[in-house]
T-cell receptor, first 114, second 116 residues
């Protein structure tokens, strides 16, 4: 049973370009969470999605960031017109959505904006 | 709103000694869950241990135990017989009892270094 898969592991973008980060949840998991970790900081919640629905986006920046979790395929975190401050590690976690279960994390995507 | 506080930015511990990593939390939710994660230099987040707010006993997982003191709102991680491979960042996290929404609030972490 494969774990949560994130790709790419490392992504370099120039300022103004778009970054697309992908997350395939564990088999049987329908809930996906995205977190951002700035250098030397803890993880900060961004968005929680279920298939085709955004449930909680209280941690998403208001501009340039969007997320989706289509019926088929991975969840995508999209950052438009990246800036240096977007450089961070982005983690995806998935869960089956049952009570008292843990969320399992992927290995993260490290985005560097040059 | 939930808050996690980890007051130890860094710790140095001699190999084979026990170590306690501090975590205090603040929440108005009557039901919640507390987690510890390890992040080695390779960057992945490794789940270590979970404590539910209504659990009567402290959680244990191998060399890891969680010293849960509800009245003090603390959830310290105890690692017994530390090993060199324990050197990593350690994060305490909390989840509210919002059924189905398992978003976590993380502390700022403690960098643990085990000295041979």
């Amino acid at each position: 049973n494969a774990g949560v898969m994130q790709n790419p592991r490392h992504l370099v973008r120039r300022r103004g370009q778009e970054a697309r980060l992908r997350c395939s949840p564990m088999k049987g998991h329908s809930h996906v969470y995205w977190y951002r970790q700035l250098p030397e900081e803890g993880l900060k919640f961004m968005v929680y999605l279920q298939k085709e629905n955004i449930i909680d986006e209280s941690g998403m920046p208001k501009e340039r960031f969007s997320a989706e979790f289509p019926k088929e395929g991975p969840s995508i975190l999209r950052i438009q017109q990246v800036v240096r401050g977007d450089s961070a590690a982005y983690f995806c976690a998935s869960s089956p959505g049952l009570e008292n279960t843990e969320a399992f994390f992927g290995q993260g995507t490290r985005l560097t904006v040059v | 709103a939930q808050k996690i506080t980890q007051t130890q930015p860094g710790m140095f511990v001699q190999e084979k000694e026990a170590v306690t990593l501090d975590c205090t939390y603040d929440t108005s939710d009557p039901s919640y869950g507390l987690f510890w994660y390890k992040q080695p230099s390779s960057g992945e987040m490794i789940f270590l241990i979970y404590q539910g707010s209504y659990d009567q006993q402290n959680a244990t997982e191998g060399r890891y135990s969680l010293n849960f003191q509800k009245a003090r709102k603390s959830a310290n991680l105890v690692i017994s017989a530390s090993q060199l491979g324990d050197s990593a960042m350690y994060f305490c996290a909390m989840r509210a009892a919002d059924f189905g929404n398992e978003k976590l609030t993380f502390g700022t972490g403690t960098r643990l270094t085990i000295i041979p």
